[in-house]
């Protein structure tokens, strides 16, 4: 069951816990405080805030005023900031004349403003931090030209500060970290060198050939158990029953390549876990790299073949809807099938590397893809019905048929290397001759009778030679040694000025090949300790103004999530605004900038959590194991945010929009006009649609909900911290969560209303509570609802089949009430007068992003002297309509960008 977000405690009561370390030195207010400052507190603070009453527990008289206490400093903030924006003194106390509380805010103003530039002189804007694992992966690529690895995955998770993993505060190094370091960068050294003992080669994998797949074993030896599931043996569009007797062979081989050309497996289902699969298990992928992939493949309806169990739960009066093909009868397909391809492991882990429609007419498709060694390649039709046991019916077949789509090949050119040897291996190795040594053993191939056998698979697939390539060095130690000076300029990413900094890796080298170690081996021990050394690790560290190479370090972390490229490197007078801006457009032209688009979302809408719950199969069977919807949905907010930057479109959009990008299941799902196929396009919006912006995209609202039920509470604090950049204090401990009912007996604003009648919880849920209540007419994936779903016996019964054939019940309850009313009063009746309120603050949108940017781009938060800086940007970018690009120009040609 879902906790929703705990309810928060009144504003004050979150000021004290930040002053609790100060409280402790119970200096008095009277001795320490300015003079100009006393008087107010006096006046209209220390009625309830002195030692005796300490209203809030907030004692002003034991508050000390030392602002180079980062503690004291911060609780300082909040008391002007609470005097700010007028929560206090609170609004039935007698309000302190304009006047003076304008005096005290500027006196109290300067004074932190004082302290705070003397921090950032003395240690700079922010601390010193390592490149992220992301940020480490595709420094690697860079520096072994290499952009095939993936090595991310091999490292520890970062951590994350103010909604980034691009901060000081959290990108520490332990032994842990030192270890996979030292592990990750040998593992990507040997794969940029073992690259060159693979030339490329094409190999065609035939559907029908025994071994190449795993599902055509559902209807051999008497396993014929699942028949829906199973393999339908085609050639062209006429069904195999002699083979499917098993009175012909699979195949006619070798000895008729027009007529193995068209042969085919099909299916009815689409690829679910155990239950059903069709992986080209048989591929060999022998090494890391880039690949060419085409397949053909073509879809098809098979001939109805009687009723499924459940006739009677028809969506529509009683109609019956599903039927079991029959897989005697197949005809040409009816429309296009959308189709996704995983690169798959053994271990169950899968990998997207593209998506593409099937047509009735058989047709080659064709796509370049990153493949890790060993992969199988896994197609999955993910409209077509999901099998689970006990399934009872198809929700897209009709009396005409069940929509089916075939295969009938797989080619696999790779790897692909536009020299020779490869550049990862003159990366490391430059032009020095290698030999190939390779070994007889081979992986067998394993039975594939049972799924058990999937059990304990390595990642190597059968037949994948074991190969090593050996280096041969002309003078052992001066190779060793113009490689490594050549390796670390490249690797460093601050000039080199004596090539004596080699001198400790040419030890390492040495003392490997002293205990019998090869050259190959020694030096990438040397390397090794290059790629996890300090000045590889961790970014700028000079407290002060950057120099050229640091910018345009700075810059390509930001926008690459990566090193610079020579012609950045090679850039000068990167503090002049023309060249900094023509740098700015080039990389944010690149398709290397999809990168920061992905990463920047992932943390900073959280769409790294899209996979964290998954929707419950009977409150929302037509969202489960709907991998089609989850994808469309993450790839959506990317493209708009791309369209946003390419168009530079104003902030507002990230509110509301009359356009979007959607494919054909994203559209339905938005209730769009229909159309087919698998790639996303622009849509423009209806006037009346409630879609538009980020708050409506299925990804955003599934990432804060779970898979049960929705959330006002997570909603709303979701949009008033992510988009407006309203702060919202942790919840306290010891404060019951309030869990939804799922029986349908109350609603989630029936359960907040009771408990934020209390004033102390109600401070906190004031804020942010209504913005949650617009978004519940949207369900746990971003559809639209007009009534909560329930599991029990209150409501309207509702069945049908899902897409894992299951029947399934749920009940429409009571009905969704999306209206509410804001802090300072202002209502709204639904999402789009919510949005409406929102829009008329659009400079606040702009600040935050401009906010955003600044975190992920510096690795440091706003501090209190900035605020001013911060309003500067924003108004550089008034005249663009607050344009996203013009944001991001506008950043990055700050001051704030350009210091350490």
């Excluded at 081979?442 to 037949?463: D, M, N, V």
């Excluded at 369209?643 to 990230?654: H, S």
């Amino acid at each position: 069951m879902f906790l929703f977000f705990k309810i928060h405690r009144a504003v004050l009561r979150s000021l004290a816990v930040l002053l609790s370390a100060c409280l402790a030195a119970n200096v008095s207010a009277q001795a320490d405080v300015p003079v100009e400052l006393n008087g107010f507190l006096e006046n209209h603070c220390l009625s309830c805030h002195d030692s005796f009453g300490r209203e809030g527990d907030l004692d002003l008289e034991s508050l000390p005023f030392d602002l180079a206490n980062k503690q004291t400093f911060a609780a300082w903030v909040l008391i002007h900031d609470r005097a700010d924006h007028g929560e206090m003194p609170p609004k039935e106390s007698m309000r302190p004349a304009k006047e003076d509380l304008n005096a005290f805010l500027e006196s109290l103003s300067d004074s932190l403003i004082a302290a705070d530039r003397e921090r950032i002189a003395q240690t700079g804007r922010s601390k010193v931090r390592r490149v992220n694992r992301f940020e480490y992966e595709n420094t690697l690529r860079h520096v072994l030209d290499s952009p095939w690895l993936q090595v991310s995955h091999r490292l520890p998770e970062d951590g994350t500060y103010q909604n980034f993993n691009k901060t000081g505060d959290r990108l520490d190094v332990s032994h842990v970290q030192m270890a996979k370091y030292l592990e990750t960068a040998d593992y990507a050294l040997r794969s940029a060198v073992n690259a060159a003992a693979f030339r490329s080669e094409t190999k065609r994998y035939y559907a029908r050939d025994e071994g190449t797949m795993i599902f055509w074993m559902r209807f051999k030896k008497g396993i014929n158990r699942y028949p829906s599931r199973a393999a339908i043996p085609m050639l062209g569009l006429t069904s195999e029953t002699e083979v499917i007797r098993e009175n012909q062979p699979l195949t006619v081989g070798d000895s008729n390549p027009e007529i193995r050309n068209q042969e085919a497996f099909g299916f009815v289902v689409g690829t679910q876990a155990s239950a059903a699969k069709y992986d080209f298990r048989n591929v060999i992928v022998p090494t890391p790299g880039n690949y060419r992939l085409r397949m053909k493949t073509y879809t098809f309806t098979a001939g109805p073949n009687g009723r499924a169990l459940g006739d009677d739960h028809g969506l529509t009066g009683g109609e019956p809807k599903w039927w079991r093909p029959d897989r005697n009868v197949v005809m040409r397909g009816k429309r296009r099938e959308p189709i996704t391809l995983y690169a798959h492991t053994a271990s169950g882990e899968s990998l997207w590397i593209g998506s593409f429609d099937s047509y009735p007419d058989p047709k080659v498709i064709e796509r370049e893809v990153v493949l890790r060694k060993g992969d199988a390649i896994r197609p999955d039709a993910g409209r077509l019905l999901r099998t689970q046991p006990r399934w009872s019916g198809n929700p897209n077949a009709t009396p005409e048929g069940v929509p089916g789509f075939a295969m009938n090949w797989l080619e696999l050119e790779g790897p692909l290397n536009e020299d020779w040897p490869p550049q990862s291996y003159q990366a490391l190795f430059g032009d020095l001759p290698f030999r190939v040594h390779e070994s007889e053993e081979r992986l067998p191939l394993p039975p594939l009778l049972t799924e058990e056998t999937l059990i304990g698979w390595t990642e190597r697939s059968p037949g994948i030679p074991h190969r090593r390539v050996e280096v041969l060095p002309n003078d052992p130690d001066a190779d060793a040694r113009r490689l490594l000076i050549a390796f670390i300029k490249k690797a460093y990413r601050s000039p080199i000025a004596d090539d004596a900094i080699i001198e400790p890796y040419f030890e390492i080298y040495k003392e490997a090949t002293a205990i019998g170690q090869s050259f190959t081996d020694a030096m990438i021990a040397a390397y090794t300790t290059i790629l996890s050394s300090p000045d590889f690790l961790f970014l700028e560290s000079q407290v002060g103004p950057l120099e050229d190479h640091e910018i345009a370090s700075r810059l390509s972390y930001f926008l690459w999530n990566g090193p610079p490229d020579e012609k950045l490197e090679d850039a000068q007078n990167l503090h002049q605004e023309m060249e900094l801006r023509a740098q700015t457009e080039r990389m944010l032209s690149d398709p290397k900038s999809d990168r920061f688009i992905n990463a920047f979302l992932d943390y900073w809408l959280e769409l790294k959590e899209i996979n964290a719950n998954t929707p419950d199969s009977q409150l929302y069977p037509q969202y489960y194991i709907d991998d089609q919807l989850t994808e469309a949905s993450l790839f959506e907010t990317r493209r708009f945010f791309r369209e946003l930057i390419d168009k530079d479109l104003p902030a507002r959009n990230l509110v509301d929009s009359d356009f979007t990008y959607a494919n054909e299941r994203l559209a339905r799902h938005y209730e769009l006009e229909p159309f087919e196929g698998v790639e996303l396009r622009r849509v423009s919006l209806p006037d009346d649609s409630p879609r538009g912006g980020l708050l409506t995209q299925a990804s955003v609202l599934r990432v804060t909900a779970n898979g049960t039920t929705t959330s006002p509470v997570l909603r709303g604090a979701w949009i008033m911290e992510r988009l407006l950049g309203v702060h919202i204090p942790p919840p306290p401990s010891g404060v019951e969560a309030v869990e939804p009912d799922t029986r349908g007996a109350t609603t989630i604003r029936e359960q907040l209303d009771k408990h934020t009648s209390f004033e102390s919880c109600n401070a906190c849920h004031a804020k942010f509570d209504p913005a949650g209540f617009a978004l519940e007419s949207f369900d746990i994936a971003g559809g639209w609802q007009d009534r909560y779903r329930a599991i029990g016996e209150i409501g309207e019964p509702v069945e049908g089949v899902g897409l894992n054939g299951l029947l399934f019940t749920y009940r429409n309850a009571e009905p969704v009430d999306p209206s509410g009313v804001l802090e300072d009063g202002r209502a709204f009746k639904d999402i789009h007068e919510f949005k409406s309120h929102l829009l008329a603050d659009e400079r606040a949108i702009a600040r935050n992003l401009v906010k955003q940017f600044i975190v992920y781009a510096t690795g440091a938060t706003m501090s209190f002297s900035e605020r001013q800086q911060v309003e500067q940007i924003v108004d550089s970018c008034q005249e663009s309509e607050f344009g996203v690009r013009s944001i991001i120009h506008a950043v990055i040609q700050s001051d704030l960008f350009k210091i350490k």
